[in-house]
């Protein structure tokens, strides 16, 4: 049986119907209204936005996701805390269990798929997306009640909740909230900002700075004071970041540590359009691109030159964030962690946002020691394409300099120009190791003494691709 559900959007200052869905035993075919056409709305694709095709069909099959313009809006599975209050939340409503994958992904996604990142909203219906739009704003939470929501999110990311009490605290201060991807985890939301510009704790749902929050946890600990510190070196490189807060405090003897990034798919609370380079290579050629990591720099080149309105401006910070993820330790730097914001005729690179330098915690998942998560110049990525070297290896290439300067001269860039621009980042980041080793020796000793990642690996690790970029 055919399932329907439509997206909106409130891009243009007022909520419009952006697109109809139907899921069929076969495939999902999301449609753009005629409205929507003649409004000139972006729909959930650049590539077919560019290419004027109002109408995308996704293929379906026993185990096919949702297609990743639609997945971004919705929490992923296994343990994610959003996953767990989403699923109690939807449970009161419909029985879910049972369902193949995709099914239990659409219910979830016209359930709560709306105010994610990006511009769209999904909806069941267009009278739920009226209603949904008529909905007063959230109250503004005390700072006790801050601080027990930020307490309970750590508990239930940690998996240390006592009872679905905690879970009803976050239902009752921030409702149905989208997910976001990613190894910590994070929550859409809105902070306040005292007079001087800094956060002191405070949420404010709907009216404040809206951000996207990170929560330190024992799975990690010691990534957001990293992360934090990755953030201000990438600015120093000259790379645009998003405002940064970080709020540290104890709630009932229990320390919490949460950052929040300002959100730059929002102005003055309106959506811009956001999407990664995997949905965007996904788009083109669905045949190739399976998973994150899949494809090259060089694809994400391709990708960028077509859809960006300043592929010159583009093409250096691409060369900027690839060589600082080398010199940060940030192995991690996958396809949905490149993202182009804005509409067909405004679309550029967007800011830097999850620099995590994911080798510092290499004795955790076998796959964060690794040079490149996406292959460049017939080196590096996870492996699953052919045997590149270096991929999946802990080892640092000797010609590691030569071949970002490759990569570099393959995007039009001049040897030169490439050489000069990885000393200068070198340069840069001269003090980084020292840095990083003392802002998780500090942390972890204050909050996880008993766990602690390989700092003495890590710092080894830096030291060698350093010494590689020198050449």
Request: charged residues 25%.
């Amino acid at each position: 049986m055919d399932k329907y559900g439509v997206l909106w959007t409130r891009y243009s200052g007022s909520p419009v119907k952006l697109a109809e869905m139907t899921l069929t035993p076969s495939e999902l075919r999301v449609t753009k209204t005629k409205e929507a056409i003649n409004l000139g709305l972006p729909g959930i694709s650049l590539v077919h936005d560019k290419l004027n095709h109002p109408t995308m069909v996704f293929p379906r099959t026993p185990t096919s996701n949702l297609p990743p313009q639609l997945r971004v809006l919705m929490p992923p599975r296994n343990n994610n805390p959003q996953y767990v209050i989403l699923s109690k939340l939807l449970e009161r409503r419909i029985n879910i269990r049972g369902m193949p994958i995709i099914d239990q992904e659409w219910e979830m996604l016209l359930f709560a798929g709306r105010n994610g990142i990006g511009h769209v909203d999904a909806f069941k219906s267009d009278q739920d997306a009226e209603r949904y739009y008529l909905i007063p704003s959230r109250k503004d939470l005390s700072k006790e009640g801050s601080s027990a929501l930020w307490a309970a999110f750590k508990r239930i990311a940690e998996g240390t909740a006592s009872n679905d009490d905690e879970i009803e605290e976050i239902i009752e201060a921030i409702g149905p909230t989208p997910g976001v991807t990613g190894f910590n985890p994070k929550l859409l939301t809105g902070i306040t900002l005292n007079a001087n510009g800094d956060w002191d704790g405070l949420t404010s749902p709907d009216n404040g700075t809206l951000v996207l929050a990170k929560i330190d946890t024992p799975h990690y600990p010691g990534l957001i004071p990293l992360e934090h510190l990755c953030y201000q070196y990438h600015k120093l490189a000259g790379l645009d970041i998003p405002r940064i807060w970080r709020h540290e405090f104890e709630f009932k003897s229990e320390k919490v540590s949460v950052m929040a990034t300002e959100r730059f798919d929002r102005h003055h609370g309106l959506p811009i359009p956001l999407e990664s380079l995997y949905s965007i290579l996904q788009s083109g050629s669905p045949g190739k691109f399976f998973d994150t990591t899949d494809g090259s720099m060089e694809d994400v080149w391709k990708a960028l030159k077509l859809v960006s309105e300043n592929s010159t401006l583009d093409r250096a910070d691409l060369f900027t964030r690839l060589v600082m993820s080398f010199l940060t330790g940030n192995g991690d730097l996958h396809l949905e962690n490149w993202a182009i914001l804005g509409a067909n005729g405004n679309a550029r690179l967007s800011p830097v946002f999850d620099p995590a330098p994911m080798r510092a915690y290499r004795g955790m998942r076998a796959n964060h020691d690794i040079l490149s998560a996406i292959s460049f110049s017939g080196i590096g990525g996870m492996g699953d394409l052919g045997d590149l070297p270096f991929a999946q290896a802990g080892k640092t290439p000797d010609n590691l300099f030569e071949k970002i300067c490759e990569f570099g001269v393959h995007m039009g860039m001049s040897a030169k120009h490439c050489r000069d621009r990885v000393a200068e980042l070198v340069n840069i980041t001269k003090d980084y190791p020292d840095h990083a080793a003392s802002t998780i020796k500090a942390y972890v000793n204050q909050y996880y003494k008993p766990k602690s990642p390989d700092i003495d690996g890590f710092i080894t690790t830096l030291g060698q691709v350093r010494d590689a970029c020198r050449k």
